[in-house]
């Protein structure tokens, strides 16, 4: 089975799991796993921020983010398309008890604009705007990313007008090998980021919140009652920090490969169009009536895996665990694959 699924279903190699089961451990909610402390450092280092913690997912990062940077009856303005909206549960309602304000970006890229056109007046009526959340990637976008120039754009806007501005960065790393800025250059735009290990960068699990130290001892608390404190979770940030060592230059190669999937799905007879393949993710929609799902469970019987992404769009991500062996063997696959 060839499976592009998501690059969320690697799994950790040789190497990986040498230095997982070589790690020094101890309880990290009494902050004394030396394993996860060297983790956040790296990464709040990697980024130019003042701490890091460790969570066992990005919708956990991304959900404490959003609670620390507001109060119930607040706003948060988003992408349509925005994972922190669409995928994690109705979790800015459920946790933070804040409402949301949708843009329509370009692809699910926003613009200062966007920002501040829907900035709420100073009135009871109206809920607060505190917080602005960018994807980059962004996965419903096709895996698109900002150029440094838009981001910044958007840090001035939110700065003017006293918002605090959240990367969900799951794929950062994807953008970073693209545009060639460093971490370290975005970091300074965002008051919280949050990055996944578990996605491009192929660690078994793991996220991290990246922010100033009063933030981040705001989101400790945050983190112990949505129950992700860990005990010896250096067995899992030894795999991360082997990630942020070894898989991030490598994640041209599977834009590469996406890029060849893309390629080959624009000459598909079932296809309308592709979205344009910027980094690992491919996006196609299906022409005539041809619905996602019944596409996706006929190639599955063939022996590729990938997954429905709205009625009659599909999606491919390529990853670690996808070589140029595999790239051939689904070329295969679906140039003999019509319905
Ligand atoms: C853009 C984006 N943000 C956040 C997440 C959430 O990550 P997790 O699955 O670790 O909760 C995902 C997961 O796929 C994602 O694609």
């Not at 959900?63 to 995928?87: F, G, L, M, W």
């Not at 008890?97 to 890229?109: A, F, N, P, Y």
């Not at 981040?216 to 979770?233: H, L």
């Amino acid at each position: 089975m060839i499976d592009l699924r998501s690059d969320t279903i690697t799994r950790p190699g040789k190497e990986m799991l040498k230095a997982m089961i070589s790690a020094k451990v101890g309880d990290d909610v009494f902050d004394e796993d030396p394993t996860v402390n060297a983790l956040q450092e790296k990464a709040a280092d990697m980024f130019g921020m003042e701490a890091a913690l460790f969570c066992p997912s990005g919708t956990m990062t991304n959900q404490i983010a959003i609670r620390i940077q507001t109060q119930p009856q607040d706003e948060v303005i988003c992408d349509k398309r925005s994972h922190v909206y669409n995928y994690e549960g109705g979790g800015m309602a459920y946790n933070s008890m804040v409402s949301v304000c949708l843009v329509d970006g370009d692809r699910g890229r926003i613009s200062p604009e966007h920002i501040a056109n829907n900035i709420r007046p100073d009135d009871i009526h109206a809920p607060r705007t505190s917080l602005v959340s960018i994807e980059n990637t962004v996965n419903k976008g096709g895996g698109c990313y900002y150029s440094s120039q838009q981001i910044e754009a958007i840090y001035k806007t939110c700065k003017l007008h006293d918002l605090n501005l959240h990367l969900d960065g799951a794929r950062i790393f994807n953008a970073l090998v693209e545009t060639g800025q460093t971490s370290r250059e975005i970091g300074k735009y965002f008051s919280t980021i949050s990055i996944c290990l578990s996605k491009g960068l192929g660690a078994p699990v793991g996220s991290l919140l990246m922010s100033s130290h009063e933030n981040i001892r705001k989101a400790k608390r945050i983190r112990k009652v949505f129950g992700g404190a860990m005990r010896q979770a250096g067995y899992l940030a030894a795999a991360g920090i082997y990630a942020l060592d070894h898989n991030i230059e490598r994640l041209k190669d599977d834009h590469r490969r996406a890029r060849a999937m893309g390629l080959i799905m624009e000459s598909h007879p079932n296809v309308d169009y592709v979205l344009p393949v910027d980094t690992n993710i491919v996006i196609f929609r299906l022409k005539g009536q041809l619905t996602a799902h019944h596409f996706v469970s006929r190639l599955a019987e063939k022996g590729l895996l990938c997954v429905p992404f709205g009625q009659q769009e599909v999606r491919f991500v390529t990853h670690l665990d996808f070589d140029d062996t595999m790239l051939g063997q689904a070329e295969k696959i679906l140039k003999s694959f019509y319905i």
